[in-house]
């Protein structure tokens, strides 16, 4: 991950440079964001295998936030997010069945 941390060398101008620095800062806001919305799912998962409906709803709640954050800033498309918080439901009501 060092290689991560440094500047291109290849980039010579000034404006580049600064695009090579905002890059790095970007990509480990996008990486941190996408880790949440993997960590906010399998949150919700785990309570869902576990047959605890009342924590799985409750972090349901919570995870609808994250997903629908991410995709509003294009990490993951919008379909994508409705397609995960529509199976996470439907995994949480076939609980109380």
Do not use: C, P, Y
Not at 28 to 54: C, E, W, Y
Not at 80 to 95: E, G, P, T, V
Request: hydrophobic content about 45%.
């Amino acid at each position: 991950m060092a290689s991560s941390s440094k500047v291109k060398k290849t980039v010579r101008s000034a404006s580049g440079l600064k695009r090579a620095r905002q890059d790095i800062k970007l990509n480990a806001a996008n990486t941190a964001l996408r880790s949440k919305f993997r960590t906010v799912i399998k949150n919700v998962q785990k309570a869902v295998l576990t047959g605890d409906k009342a924590k799985a709803a409750e972090l349901f709640k919570t995870a609808q936030i994250v997903i629908d954050s991410v995709a509003d800033k294009g990490i993951f498309h919008k379909n994508k997010a409705a397609r995960h918080k529509s199976r996470l439901s439907a995994k949480i009501k076939a609980l109380a069945a």
